[in-house]
């Protein structure tokens, strides 16, 4: 429809203009999100949270943990028994490290004993830093090399040979003597290569050890997973040991040996996704 231009020329030529609308309230200042942590799925502050120390009159169980590459389930296991200020140790069973790479086929492959997670660090950092980032490796490694040194093979430690030159290792204290309580495997197989080599060895110390797999899928979530149920079954063996020292274990029992296959069926209980294993060696 057409407009009448005599209404136009009686309009005012000058509008006030309409007042702005007020400024929006100032923004409440929103707590950073945490992204989480490195490749196992573990962060520092909330590792430290789950792994505070237990009120335990002093004593500790001496615990060892092991995977393939002693990179990712047993580091885990490791830097959460050691914030719980457990003494432990960890090692991998596997003949080479082996990390992520470019491709599936293209693994980065390291030695044992002679290479220290700086410097694995340093070299991925120096090859494609784009790529270990994104996939998690370096954030990995990188929590590796504030727990200890570098990768042990199993195979290779001298059992009963004080471990002096790990006295900055995490959860070093209380195993400078080289003897453990406990051995916690991440995988089937590193169970059997636990076994078997202390079978190899023939007992020379005569010394008993628990020898436990928690089985553990090689991924950041479930070494998460993997390394609080390793915690809490760390918590239920201590607890019965030191019940069995101050001699109030049950039914009279001075064994603590005896009690592990209750406490170990106990825990399965509670943690039904990580089938377990367990036998009783010597070292």
Avoid at 31 to 42: F, L, R
Avoid at 83 to 92: D, Q
Avoid at 168 to 196: F, H, L, P, Q, Y
Wanted: glycine share 8%; charged share 25%.
């Amino acid at each position: 429809m057409a407009t009448d231009p005599r209404l136009a020329r009686a309009a005012p030529r000058t509008a006030t203009p309409p007042l702005p609308p007020p400024p929006p309230p100032p923004l409440e200042a929103k707590p950073q999100q945490k992204v989480p942590g490195g490749y196992d799925g573990t962060d520092d502050e909330e590792a430290q949270d789950d792994g505070a120390p237990r009120d335990d009159g002093g004593f500790k169980l001496k615990f060892c943990t092991v995977c393939a590459s002693n990179q990712n389930r047993s580091m885990v296991a490791h830097l959460r028994l050691s914030l719980a200020s457990y003494p432990v140790i960890s090692f991998g069973t596997g003949s080479l490290v082996r990390l992520p790479g470019p491709s599936i086929n293209l693994p980065n492959v390291y030695p044992f004993n002679s290479v220290s997670y700086s410097q694995m660090y340093n070299e991925l950092s120096t090859k494609d830093s784009r790529l270990y980032r994104q996939n998690g490796v370096l954030a990995m490694v990188d929590r590796n090399q504030s727990v200890k040194w570098g990768p042990e093979r199993w195979q290779d430690w001298p059992v009963g040979k004080p471990r002096l030159e790990h006295k900055a290792d995490m959860g070093s204290k209380g195993v400078e003597g080289g003897v453990v309580d406990v051995v916690i495997t991440c995988e089937e197989r590193c169970w059997d290569a636990v076994v078997n080599n202390l079978i190899e060895r023939g007992s020379p110390l005569n010394r008993p050890v628990h020898i436990i797999n928690v089985d553990i899928k090689d991924n950041h979530e479930e070494a998460l997973v993997g390394g609080r149920a390793i915690l809490d079954l760390a918590d239920s063996l201590n607890a019965a040991a030191r019940e069995e020292r101050d001699g109030k274990g049950e039914n009279g029992s001075s064994s603590f040996d005896s009690r592990v296959p209750e406490i170990l069926a106990e825990w399965q209980e509670r943690w039904p996704q990580l089938p377990a294993l367990w036998t009783l060696g010597w070292f």
